[in-house]
């Protein structure tokens, strides 16, 4: 029998899916786009995952148009459901999708690049100077700008995540999970399984193959590798490959990774050290992931830098590749379309709880509290690039210092 309601999702999937140039060579014009936004992301990205989110959908959904915001939520989900950092591998899948595979280099090339970068540099102050710079004056600005830009993406993509009173009570829900300590995948998958269960109740039946439904997940077996003694470039590399490719969640669980690996079982870090270099993560823009530069470079010196920062991020580039040309795909199954609105949602309602941590960092007193309300109103209001609201933040912050807040 013809479906139409099928054979609609079906051609939608399929239009977006061909509109994508990934056999034909990308228009010169597309990579100069793609490396010219995610190069200055880079480089302004402050505030960890949920403020990067938040920057990319305001670049690429409402002023460039490269994507919509469905397709945006479902890159997300995507990014959600692949190890690795959500936002660079967020960032390489908008790269794909504008300008093909050389958009995914590019892109997520030219997102981590400045905070290694900056992340070495620091390293090599740290190595021959004792100790970490300080920028709080910095962060003292920008967090609560980035707050405000955070609650603007997290509203506007929950416009179009939240499709009915299941989806608010399933957000709810991870919502209070999360908070509640339980793992981040299992919330997700959880949240994709129960809504493709509802809204399918009366096609499932025993013996349907869709209830073997098994999400692309691209976390292999990998077992415990470089477990020699010896500090050397190559051994730091497959330790952070093993990371990139298993790791779920957010910096905090990068740290116990990292502790469990090199303070406690090879012994190539203190605490201290560690701790240190989480902290450089924090406070510089780009992905947190690029703590593996600084420690890489404490190691083992220039060359430990360059392969932990490409061990720890190669997985990410290879998962990407393998899942993208099955995202539209999943918009053309009524099974499948109904779990990635279950993971989207509970993407939203797991930066909304992220944002809440933030908040809590960031507004620290009358003004902090009214950068944060300025920056919302204006974000609501005008239709006013987040590039300059951080600048901004980031001025009154060292205005602030030098006046003695």
Sequence with gaps: ???????????TAFEYHHRVPDAAPAPARSLGEVAALFLKLGFIAFGGPAAHIALMRDEVVK??????EQEFLDLLGASNLIPGPTSTELAIYLGYARAGWRGLVLAGGLFILPAALITLAIAWAYVRYGSTPQAEWLLYGIKPVIIAVVAQAIWALGRTAFKGPLYVAIGALVLALYAAGLNVIVLLLGAGVLVMVVRNARRLRPGNPALALVPLLGAPAV?????AAATDPVSLFWVFLKIGAVLYGSGYVLLAFLRS???VRLQWLTDQQLIDAVAVGQFTPGPVFTTATFIGYLVAGPSGAALS???IFLPSFVFVAIVYPFVPRLRGSTFTSAF????????IG?????????ARSAVVDWLTAGLALVATVVLLRWRVNSVWLIAGGAAIGAIARGLGF
């Design 1 to 11: 029998m013809f479906d139409p309601i099928a054979a609609i999702s079906r051609a």
């Design 63 to 68: 002023r460039r148009r490269w994507v919509t």
């Design 223 to 227: 077992s415990t590798m470089a477990s």
């Design 261 to 263: 690996d090199l303070v």
């Design 309 to 311: 920062t490409l061990g």
């Design 340 to 347: 990635l609105d279950g993971v989207n949602v509970a993407a």
């Design 350 to 358: 797991l930066m909304l709880a992220v944002t809440w941590q933030l």
